[in-house]
């Protein structure tokens, strides 16, 4: 079993529609969740940061985290085709320790 | 949010050569940097962790002697990929963290193409 699993995706959502992005993780102790966008070419861009269990809404992005069902998703809102990208999902397990990133799920959203 | 600068954003190298990436935390102190790796269509590879002072940890399958971290500052550090080869060609990407709890800040990547 994979540390962290996300959608294998590709997903394809038409413009000003939620596009949600699950991604699931294997060690309980795990504390930290991350979400990163990553285009074609480029680095990782952080995009939310999740330690308790609930949602977090930053602008049209709203990570949800459930530690009992070890879930966290990330949901956009109002998608525009910029946001058309790798969604990576990283998980760290306790504070100080490295980051374990998913496959990614390629996101395209279509005008 | 944090800056992390990495130099070069791209490079072509002869195979046998050395090439060093740099990779410096422009606004925060660096205590650890990590060095990943990315190949087409597939996530990061964490390749080796480095703290301040110290020598780097690197994952299994790793080789420390091909691939020399050099972690001297808080600010600074440095990847040397050593007697390069067409297979080490790929997307090598920096990270930086300042203290343990907080968020890793990613540097711009470097894409090597060793021909």
């Given at each position: 079993q994979k540390e962290v699993e996300q959608n294998s995706g590709p997903l394809s959502v038409p413009e000003g529609a939620i596009a949600s992005l699950n991604c699931t993780y294997s060690?309980?102790?795990?504390q930290s969740f991350f979400w990163y966008r990553q285009y074609s070419g480029k680095s990782p861009e952080l995009i939310m940061s999740i330690y308790s269990n609930g949602d977090k809404e930053d602008g049209r992005f709203t990570a949800q985290l459930n530690k009992a069902s070890q879930y966290v998703s990330l949901l956009i809102r109002d998608?525009?085709?910029?946001?058309s990208a790798t969604y990576l999902c990283a998980v760290r397990k306790t504070s100080g320790s490295r980051l374990t990133f998913g496959e990614g799920t390629q996101l395209t959203v279509n005008p | 949010g944090a800056v992390v600068s990495q130099h070069p954003s791209r490079v072509i190298c002869k195979s046998g050569t050395s090439v060093k990436i740099e990779c410096r935390?422009?606004?925060?102190?660096?205590t650890t940097m990590f060095w990943y790796r990315q190949f087409p269509k597939q996530s990061l590879m964490l390749m080796a962790t480095s703290n301040e002072g110290s020598k780097a940890t690197y994952e299994q399958g790793v080789e420390k002697d091909k691939f020399l971290i050099n972690?001297?500052?808080?600010?600074l550090s440095t990847l040397t990929v050593t007697s390069?080869?067409?297979?080490?060609?790929s997307f090598y990407i920096c990270s930086a963290r300042d203290t343990g709890d907080t968020e890793a800040f990613f540097g711009q990547g470097t894409r090597l193409t060793v021909v």
């Open positions: 060690d309980r102790v795990s998608s525009q085709p910029s946001d | 935390s422009l606004d925060f102190q660096a972690h001297a500052s808080l600010t390069a080869h067409p297979e080490d060609s």
